[in-house]
């Protein structure tokens, strides 16, 4: 262990300065990265110095500080939320809907100043996530919360601590001091891209799904385990300070750029109007905006700028008068719900979709959409027979938002869910407090087909020309009724397949070949594929790596399970009923028997090495080793030695009398480092 000798020689005070340069060169590199969207370094980079922190922090638990990169990860998970009473109250905002009501907005204004200087706004996107307050002191974040009602909050600094945009201390330039205390506020949200993604995953693990971005952001937020807070890509804006006089800012503008100097994400769209209808022009342009933004916003809030002015205008019950949300027109339609039809999906849930009038939403003809599981179908008090609100916010899934009361006869009927499964006939049940009704049958067609699609999918074994359709017609030809069935199918063809209706001879070929294809997947592949319950990619590739084989994973316990980093309860259960059925040990042989060959998984690393993406360079001579040993341990390792200077080299290793490389490889801005740098990497 080269790592420890070295730490030994250099001694604790160095570890513990070698600590705090990785804290503070991380805190650097990650709001470049999540924040001013420039990175410096490769990602990969970023995973090592993280990996060495963790690793000094782990030997040396006294160096860990409670603002240390490493307290992301999340904490312990809570038994309840705290309450937090906000030191000002976090109030709401009064809406507009059109641009006839900000020039009232700004009547009421001059009525109440009793004068008609011009007045200057900022306006900023509204966006729909869900507000916080985050209070640092010395320049540590020491507490975050919900806004609760409004004046108590819940407390969710563990959970908040895990976002990266959120800085756990706040930059300072030239060693200047913090401010003391500080409480800012701010918008937690989900990126569409990353709401899509969550979803699919949890789709794909046989999870319910979030209705939209901020139901996401929100239940994310609230989980009283952070650990699960931290695998959710929350991300965050701020906006505004909780007593924004005491700090020293004049105005909104000038505030907004101080906290972007504190190291927040200020969002990139504000602007600075000089008059009311400069904002009506800015609200034109932001809705022209609204849909090529990465993330969804429900309006622009308009706040005067001048603080002095805000504090002279003052607030009413429950908003202020110094600012206003401008609304966009929300995506909305009304239609009848003709009736609630009850799908089953590949983990055996009972998800109910309406089927509605066929209806113009946002430019799209909508006549299905999901009502997700029978808690959130009960909350909206949904019959058939309603007129129902259906509206698409971005690029999101259409939702039915709520029946119109109004427009009840008393005709309606109440949805009545199944007792049991719409395609076998089996009972369903709901396990404890999951929101899923499922059915239990394991062979279950409706099950067998979907967990076939899913299996030779692209999540799954991406088996081309084996899409959803492909498969439903191979099942109801009774070609295929299990997995094992693919690859005896993958024998037989092309000629059992060319005949099929729709198929031809070069698609059965294809199909052969790409079957034949598969038959040697990675084992976090092959995992994926198989579809258990709660085990998606990521869990999938965590099980690869730690048991590294079929054979190993097969034979694995509960507790087994549990011990690895990233596995709860509930999917040590999952997997376990899972690979302890006997159907699924008749199922592996008879894979195995087909000749599917599930490959072996380097154990805790990627298949491709520690190293990958990293490219060396040599300059001078090595004192510990030769230059030959030195790049055979790199190329062992995955990485790449540079023949010469270039950009894309990410580590320049000096040794003894260096020669010209070192002045241009720093004319570069190139990372250079020691040999002992060197050998720390690749001894780790
Ligand atoms: S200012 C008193 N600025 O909108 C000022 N709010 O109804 C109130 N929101 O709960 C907040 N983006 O979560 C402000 N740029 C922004 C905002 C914003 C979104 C949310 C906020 C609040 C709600 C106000």
Redesign the pocket.
Known sequence: MAQLSLLNITGQDTVRQRVQTLQRELHSHAHRYYVLDEPIIADAEYDRLFQELLTLEQQHPELITPDSPSQRVGGAPLAQFATVAHTNPM???ENAFAPNDLVDFEERLFRFLQSRTPITYVT????DG??VELVYENGLFTLGST?GDGLVGEEITQNLKTIPAIPLRLLTENGEAAPKHLEV?G?VFIGLTDFKKLNEARGGAGESLFANPRNAAAGSLRQLDPKITATRPLDFYV??ASDPTALPCRDQHALLKYLGGLGFKINPLVHLCQSISEVIDQFAQLQGQRQALTYDIDGM?VKINDFALQERLGAKAR??RW?I?AKFAASQATTSLLAVEFGVGRTGAITPVAILAPVQVGGVMVSRATLHNEDELRRKGLMIGDIVVVQRAGDVIPEVVKPVMENRTGQEQAIIMPTSCPECGVTLVRVGQEAITRCPNPDCPAQRVRSLIHFAGKSGMDIEGLGKKAVEQLVKEGLIQDIPDIYQLGQQAPGALADLDGWGEKSAENAARAIEASRAPTLTRFITALGIRHVGEVTAQLLARHFTSLARLCLAGEADFLQIEGIGEQVATSLVDYFQAPETTEMLARLEALGVCVQEEKPGAEADGVLAGYIFLFTGVLASLSRSEAKARIKELGGQIASGLNRRVTHVVLGDSPGSKLAKAQELGLPVITEAEFLQFVNR
């Open positions: 109030l709401s905002l900023e996107p509204k966006l869900l507000a806004r506020r918008e906006y505004g809030v908003s202020p600012a949300a």
